[in-house]
């Protein structure tokens, strides 16, 4: 079946960048998301990138997609203290609407 | 827009008590589903569901029930519950597609069984 991984923890300075990395397993992915989830809310979607692109930039947000080794990356340009939250990768099958989570990276911006 | 409502926020149950975890969208989507959250294993899928009357099991299915009556309500059950069912519960709402469709969460339930 498919399988998400994520590393649990990513400490950063305020004004640096963040890189979150996700390996997935399933080939036939189609899509590709990040979600974040602050403190005691639900999941809000930050970013996706369609599985035949190698990279997407949204703002402050850069996504890049390895295919060839399923691995995807989320790139926060000057991490704020309000981007403090845990962080999950998703991947979507071919088939239908399910999505496969990662366990979620908590990040924390320190001052 | 309300979007996807959960209620209740919390509760606490003994083992062995039932009670029904409400879901409901009002954004005509098809596709509804319920995940559990416990730390460290992400949001894992217990049921899901394509369209009013159609209901299909995800990765966790075992000791809770859903059905879909209608297109806005998606309820979960749990019959009997245990204390290994504790955990933050979430419903999301998506448009069926082949394209991009973004996924909407609810606020999540928090559940304890002593």
Redesign the interface.
């Known amino acids: 079946?498919e399988d998400?991984e994520?590393s649990?923890f990513l400490s950063v300075r305020e004004g640096d960048s963040s890189v979150i990395n996700c390996t997935y397993t399933d080939s036939s992915s189609?899509?590709l998301y990040w979600y974040k989830q602050e403190p005691?809310?639900?999941?809000?979607?930050l970013t996706?990138i369609?599985s035949n692109m190698d990279m997407k930039q949204d703002q402050r947000l850069t996504v890049l997609l390895n295919k060839k080794d399923k691995h995807l990356s989320l790139r926060i340009a000057d991490t704020q203290t309000g981007d403090s939250a845990i962080y999950?990768c998703a991947e979507r099958a071919a088939a239908?609407?399910?999505?496969?989570?990662?366990?979620?990276t908590r990040v924390l911006v320190k001052p | 827009n309300a979007g996807v409502t959960q209620t209740p926020k919390f509760q606490v149950l003994k083992t062995g008590q039932s009670m029904t975890l409400q879901c409901a969208q009002d954004m005509n989507h098809e596709y509804m589903s319920w995940y559990r959250q416990d730390p460290g294993m992400g949001l894992r899928l217990i049921h899901y569901s394509v369209g009013a009357g159609i209901t299909d099991q995800g990765e966790v299915p075992n000791g809770y029930n859903v059905s879909r009556s209608t297109t806005e309500d998606f309820p979960l059950r749990l019959l009997s519950a245990a204390p290994s069912q504790t955990s933050v519960y979430f419903c999301a709402s998506s448009y069926s597609s082949t394209g991009h469709t973004e996924a909407f969460f609810g606020q999540g339930t928090r559940l304890t069984v002593v």
């Open positions: 079946g998400v994520q649990l189609t899509y005691g809310a639900g999941l809000q979607l996706y369609f999950f239908g609407n399910k999505l496969t989570f990662g366990g979620g």
